[in-house]
C-alpha cells in the first residue's frame, strides 16, 4: 500500500475534497479540529500560486492516484529568520486513509521532496502528545523525538502539550529505506 502514496500539486477538485473532509470534527479527527473556519483564504492562495509558495505550501496525499489527504510545509524559526529557519509539515489524511502507513509514506516523500528542492537543514514536525498513531508514523519516517513542548497549543476549551520530532539533512541515508 505504501508504494502507492505519493505527493502532487493541488488541483481544483482537490480544494472542494478538502472542504469537503476537513471542516467537520469526524473529518479532522480530534487532534485537528480547531472549530469552524473560513476555507477563503486556502482558495484565494490557490488563486494566487497554486498553493506553492516560498514560504510553504500544500501538496495532496494520493494513494492509486485517488487523493486521501494533503501535507504541507511552512517556514519555521529557532532565531533569527535568515540564519536560523527550517520548515515545520503537517498532514491531514481523510479518516477511510488513517492508519494504513499512509501518513508514514506521505511525509517521507514530503520531506524528501524538501531536502532535494530547498536549502532546509531540519525539518520539524509537531503533534498532540496523545497522538500515538502520528508519533508512530513520524517515528516510522525516520524522525526522532526531541521533547514535549508543555502547553503548547490550545485546542478544545484547553492547553494541550506537544510532542516535537525532527529529521536533519545529514540523517538521509534513512532515506534511501522504505518506511516499516
Not at 93 to 119: D, E, I
Not at 123 to 137: I, K, M, P, S
Request: proline share 4%; hydrophobic share 35%.
Amino acid at each position: 500500500m505504501t508504494s502507492e502514496v505519493s505527493l502532487r500539486p493541488v488541483t481544483p477538485g482537490d480544494l472542494d475534497l478538502f472542504e469537503r473532509e476537513f471542516t467537520t470534527e469526524e473529518g479532522t479527527g480530534p487532534f485537528q479540529w480547531f472549530g469552524f473556519t473560513s476555507t477563503h483564504r486556502l482558495r484565494a492562495r490557490f488563486a494566487e500560486d497554486g498553493l506553492l509558495g516560498s514560504d510553504g505550501g500544500v501538496l495532496t496525499v494520493t494513494v492509486a492516484g485517488a487523493a486521501v489527504g494533503r501535507v504541507e510545509w511552512f517556514a519555521s524559526t529557532w532565531g533569527r529568520p535568515h540564519t536560523s529557519s527550517c520548515w515545520t509539515i503537517a498532514i491531514g489524511l481523510f479518516p477511510a486513509a488513517r492508519g494504513r502507513g499512509t501518513g508514514t509514506a506521505a511525509q517521507r516523500h514530503l520531506v524528501r521532496y524538501l531536502f532535494a528542492h530547498t536549502r532546509a537543514e531540519r525539518v520539524q514536525a509537531f503533534t498532540d502528545h496523545a497522538n500515538l498513531g502520528e508519533q508512530r508514523a513520524l517515528e516510522k519516517a525516520g524522525f526522532s523525538r526531541e521533547g514535549t513542548l508543555r502547553s503548547a497549543q490550545w485546542r478544545a476549551g484547553r492547553w494541550h502539550d506537544q510532542v516535537l520530532y525532527s529529521v536533519l539533512r545529514t540523517d538521509t541515508p534513512l532515506w534511501d529505506e522504505e518506511p516499516r
